[in-house]
């Protein structure tokens, strides 16, 4: 497993931005496809985005195509989630997780054997 830690939620207005950061400890971050699920309040966790081990491939929840784009920089064992045109929909706790070495990238939860506490997104109509 690797440590992740969260950054970069906060409150916005409806159509503003966000960068949410998550920073991995250990040796093994460029090994793990990496995803970032949501949690709003009463609802079940949800999918957002995920990307490959090298970043060359991302997958994104319809909710949110268009609107926000993973990255990750492997030298620096991060990955981000740049959130552009935020709607009021779109609050709730994000968190960022990893799967486990050398597995594919995937939407299911179940999968990701290492999770970040969270951090809140709050958007404001």
């Known amino acids: 497993q690797v440590q992740l830690e969260e950054s970069g939620g906060g409150l916005v207005q409806a159509g503003g931005s966000l960068r949410l950061s998550c920073a991995a400890s250990g040796r093994s971050f460029s090994s793990r496809a990496m995803g970032w699920f949501r949690q709003a309040p009463g609802k079940e966790r949800e999918f957002v985005s995920r990307?490959?081990?090298?970043?060359?491939?991302?997958y994104y929840a319809d909710s949110v195509k268009g609107r926000f784009t993973i990255s990750r920089d492997n030298a620096k064992n991060m990955v981000y989630l740049q959130m552009n045109s935020l709607i009021p929909e779109d609050t709730a706790v994000y968190y960022c997780?990893?799967?486990?070495?050398?597995?594919?990238?995937?939407?299911?939860?179940?999968?990701?054997?290492?999770w970040g506490q969270g951090t809140q997104v709050t958007v404001s109509s």
């Open positions: 997780a990893a799967g486990p070495p050398f597995t594919m990238p995937t939407m299911d939860p179940a999968v990701y054997d290492s």
């Open positions: 990307i490959s081990r090298s970043g060359v491939s991302t």
